[in-house]
């Protein structure tokens, strides 16, 4: 069967390149000096894409690990947590922060906008007795991108120590992880960076490895436990053997978008062009504003369900789109523009299909979706 164009928020499409790297001779990273160092500089690679001089680790787990893990090591049973909540991902960090004993108090800003800063800043005079806050960069599933340049220094001037899931950011809109003073940010492999599924990469500021280094009480759990990290370099040991064949890939990954200058412009461009077509030909965007660079999310026209739109593009058009889940299943469509999918050729095939299953269905269009494309891209 011919593989589909996966048009989805991650997943995304994996380059020859990468898939190479997947396939070459393996070495036992925990004998292999070398590796210790190949390990190091794909660290450091990682570093440059965050704008950050914090330390690095990749781990072998998909992206919920690194949400996992930073609850898991910086939290103790009754520490206060600031969960910042407007989107799934933003509500389901908090179930993170409760099982690993966290005391946590929900600020709820708008599921439809980015957060309010403003409502922050005043809920923050009243309430900042926090040890850390969590927040998500873009809400994958609703298309936001979150203003966490002013949300973490603000977070900031109370001491709390800052948590941000960028894992669909990453690469794909502008992090400046020290200026914003975020003390870890959680990225995943198979996002922007376009490496398959299986590894979570993260920073950790000097503030986040104090707290994690001076608890009451001992991390439980080992995998989620980043404090075994700490001086693996200095030791030349890996708390587990290394997922070497995927760490080659990532390494493949992160170099090719570190190369690429244009990425963030061309993310920026291509989203506001699809984001102007869906709105022009009538389609409604889910958000009201914030909209993300890597994601876009879209109501499920009347007159058709999300069931036959994904089955439609796949079956007579090879591309696969995504829905989203929670309350948003069924009722949205998402395309995913990160990374490998975020090039011209692919966002304007996805849409030329699409636009053929909204006739089909005599879903009403003021012009034609690809067109509109061409014209604002
Ligand atoms: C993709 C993603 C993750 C990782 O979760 P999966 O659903 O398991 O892929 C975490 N946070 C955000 C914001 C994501 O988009």
Sequence with gaps: MKTPLIMT?????????VRRALSREITNPDLDLDFYEFYKETCHQIKKLLNTKNDVLILSGEGI??????????????????????????????????????????????????????????????NHDF?????????????????????????????????????????????????WKIDMVLGGSQKVLSAPPGLTFLSISEEAWGAISNRRT????????????????????????????DLYAIRAAVDMLLEDKEALERHRKIAEALRKSLKDAGIQLYAKEGFSNTVTTFMVPEGITFRQVYEDMLKNHGIM?????????????????????????????????????????????????????????
């Excluded at 928020?9 to 390149?17: A, H, L, N, Q």
């Excluded at 873009?138 to 960028?166: F, H, Q, R, W």
């Excluded at 990290?229 to 064949?245: A, G, I, L, M, R």
């Design 9 to 17: 928020p991650g997943p995304t499409y994996v380059s020859e390149e």
């Design 65 to 126: 690990l690194g949400l996992e893990a930073a609850c898991a090591s910086l939290i103790e049973d009754g520490d206060k947590v600031l969960v910042i909540d407007n989107g799934i991902f933003g509500k389901g960090f908090g179930d993170f922060a409760k099982m690993y004993g966290g005391e946590v108090q929900f600020f709820q800003s708008d599921y439809e906008s980015a957060i309010d800063v403003d409502k922050l800043e005043k809920f923050l005079e009243e």
């Design 131 to 179: 040890k850390l806050a969590t927040l998500v960069h873009c809400e994958t599933p609703s298309g936001i991108t979150n203003p966490i340049e002013v949300i973490c220094p603000m977070l900031k001037k109370y001491g709390i120590i800052t948590v941000v899931d960028a894992v669909s950011s990453v690469g794909g809109e502008t992090l400046n992880t020290d200026a």
């Design 218 to 245: 001992p991390i439980i759990g080992y995998y989620c436990n980043l404090a075994i990290w700490k001086n693996w370099y200095e030791d030349q040991w890996f708390p587990y053997t290394q997922p070497v064949s």
């Design 321 to 377: 789109i995504a829905g989203a889940f929670d309350f948003l299943k069924d009722r949205v469509i998402r395309i995913g523009h990160m990374g490998e999918n975020c090039y011209e050729e692919k966002v304007y095939s996805t849409l030329k299909a699409l636009d053929q299953v909204f006739r089909k269905y005599n879903i009403p269009l003021r012009g034609e979706l690809h067109k509109l494309f061409v014209e604002y891209v």
